[in-house]
């Protein structure tokens, strides 16, 4: 028989109690069960706080990026000049239609406002009473003829000061009322009527027709200080008569002011600008690369695993990486009956998809299609026929393309859209769309030939939109930093857990470790009992 060898107990048992370090086992065992969640919890939460700093970075950039293709749209490509711009100002107002051009304007008499003066009024508290006309009209050598559309506005006053009257004469459309101390001692006052507009047919004139002639043109104490008088001056030595000072329709885009009377010769000067229109280009090259390097960064895949970018296979990211090359690629439709691409204006890539400027390509297009540089920052609104004129309102969205105005059967159509056409005085045409409202087409012929029609968005617009909708409170971007907000409140949550968790079960093991200890203190001292007994036995043989 074996013979089983039976441990000694009471040598395993140690005169303190366990001999256990209690704190460093509770430790150890709280650890075991809670450090491998935690651990999960908080990669999940530097993965997510890692991304929403990097949906923190995108959106400044995004913003970055539709602030400066905000500025590119603003830029221009033209140099508009005067030789002597105190009496004659010039400037563009829409590039896409100016072209390089020399005009000399000479012999200028600015357009004039009437002004008419109802002088010698002793103090501003005697009260008048009258009943007024106004008419709108011409002045010719003293007499005054009402014009065809003129309504003829009355004014009624009666027991009331000079300036509860100038309060009731600025009511009346046309003109506009002031009372002057001519004298500066306040003994005598004038009442200044000024007309709205210059042009020798914005001309007006008073008639009283209660008893006195106070307040109509025929009293002494009035006078016309200025006619109403149109804008006078040569163009290229041909005689040119505007009703403003403001004129817009001898050089096409671009705004010419007449500032002053000149007798001589002012040159207004048109050129394209190839360093303008080149500075453009790099612009448009740093910012793209400026976007499309923070776009690489942020959402970089380490196919070694381990350096990923914060937003690595985020899909509103990388959707948004994807429109953005997309346009960079796709062509520009609605600048005529050619499409325009970026790679035409110089601007290109390199084998690691850096935008560059090519040289001789824009050289080349500058040389042969120098419009073409206009889809960068302009949008355009123009038709195949010089015979039609085309216009929107800035609230009409069309998209960019080609849209042929043409007659089918009686019925009109832009593009596939049904146009309602109206008869004009002149003997042409009017076009509207119910499908595209403000959209108004005008040509010169009752029943024009068919002709078409470009409607262009730049490619800085399109930027900007882009941009837009990535920074809009509804975009996948912004639904995305919600749900990891999201996220990071529920890891946070669980961790807080854990926390609770773990301070429960180190409080219920430190109490079961007391417990034994207990035990084993009372299990040491029966272990003395014992030993002294012993001793004692063998002393006793």
Same mark, same amino acid.
Request: proline letters at 2%.
């Given at each position: ?6 441990? $000694? ?139 065809? $559309? ?18 009731k004469l600025n009511e009346v459309s046309g003109i506009k009322a002031q009372i002057i101390d001519t004298t500066g001692d306040g003994s005598s006052y004038s009442l200044i009527l000024t007309g709205v507009q210059t042009g020798q047919a ?99 895949? $380490?196919? $070694? ?23 960079s690629i796709e062509p520009l439709t609605g600048y005529g009956s050619n499409a325009i691409y970026l790679s035409q204006l110089g601007i290109k890539t390199n084998s690691s998809g850096e935008y560059y400027l090519d040289e001789v390509v ?50 009109w159509t832009f593009g596939e859209t049904e146009l309602t056409q109206i008869d004009l005085d002149d003997g042409g045409s009017q076009f509207t769309s119910t499908t595209y409202p403000g959209l108004v087409v005008k040509t010169s012929e ?96």
């Amino acid at each position: 028989m074996v013979e089983v060898s039976k441990p $000694d107990y009471l040598s395993l048992v140690n005169k303190g109690g366990s001999g256990f370090n209690v704190s460093e086992l509770v430790t150890a065992m709280v650890a075991a069960e809670i450090e491998p969640k935690r651990g999960l919890q908080q990669s999940k939460l530097e993965k997510t706080e890692n991304a929403i700093s990097g949906l923190g970075y995108l959106n400044s950039q995004v913003a970055t990026t539709q602030k400066n293709f905000s500025t590119i749209a603003s830029d221009n490509f033209f140099n508009v000049t005067s030789s002597n711009s105190e009496s004659v100002s010039i400037e563009a107002s829409d590039e896409t239609k100016l072209v390089p051009d020399k005009k000399v304007i000479s012999d200028i008499t600015i357009a004039k406002k009437m002004v008419f003066e109802l002088g010698n009024f002793a103090n501003l508290t005697d009260t008048f009473t009258a009943d007024v006309e106004f008419d709108r009209g011409t002045w010719s050598d003293g007499v005054f003829a009402a014009s065809a $559309d003129n309504v003829t506005q009355s004014v009624s006053f009666a027991g009331e000061t000079l300036p509860e009257i100038v309060a009731k004469l600025n009511e009346v459309s046309g003109i506009k009322a002031q009372i002057i101390d001519t004298t500066g001692d306040g003994s005598s006052y004038s009442l200044i009527l000024t007309g709205v507009q210059t042009g020798q047919a914005n001309g007006f004139n008073l008639t009283e027709t209660t008893a006195t002639a106070r307040w109509s043109s025929d009293d002494l104490d009035n006078s016309i200080t200025q006619y109403a008088t149109n804008a006078e001056f040569k163009l290229d030595g041909v005689e040119i008569s505007r009703d403003s000072n403001t004129v817009v329709d001898i050089i096409e885009g671009a705004e010419i002011v007449l500032n002053s009377d000149i007798a001589g010769d002012v040159l207004v000067d048109v050129t394209r600008s190839e360093e303008a229109i080149r500075q453009t280009l790099n612009d448009v090259i740093f910012s793209l690369n400026e976007f499309k390097t923070e776009m690489d960064r942020l959402t970089y895949i $380490d196919i $070694d695993g381990g350096e990923n970018g914060p937003l690595a296979m985020e899909t509103s990211a990388t959707i948004l990486e994807s429109k953005f090359k997309k346009l960079s690629i796709e062509p520009l439709t609605g600048y005529g009956s050619n499409a325009i691409y970026l790679s035409q204006l110089g601007i290109k890539t390199n084998s690691s998809g850096e935008y560059y400027l090519d040289e001789v390509v824009f050289s080349k297009t500058l040389e042969n299609s120098p419009s073409s540089f206009m889809a960068l920052k302009d949008a355009n609104l123009s038709s195949s026929s010089e015979t039609a004129i085309v216009s929107k309102s800035q609230f009409t969205n069309i998209p960019s393309g080609t849209y042929t105005v043409s007659q089918t059967d009686g019925a009109w159509t832009f593009g596939e859209t049904e146009l309602t056409q109206i008869d004009l005085d002149d003997g042409g045409s009017q076009f509207t769309s119910t499908t595209y409202p403000g959209l108004v087409v005008k040509t010169s012929e009752r029943i024009p030939d068919s002709f078409e029609v470009y409607v262009g968005k730049s490619f800085s617009q399109k930027i900007i939109d882009l941009m837009d909708n990535a920074l809009d409170l509804n975009s996948s971007l912004k639904r995305a930093e919600e749900t990891y907000s999201s996220l990071t409140e529920d890891i946070e949550e669980r961790l807080s857990k854990l926390e609770e968790r773990e301070k429960l079960i180190s409080s219920r093991y430190t109490e079961q470790f007391g417990s034994m200890e207990q035990s084993m203190s009372q299990f040491n001292s029966t272990k003395s009992l014992l030993e002294n007994f012993v001793e004692s036995w063998k002393k006793q043989k």
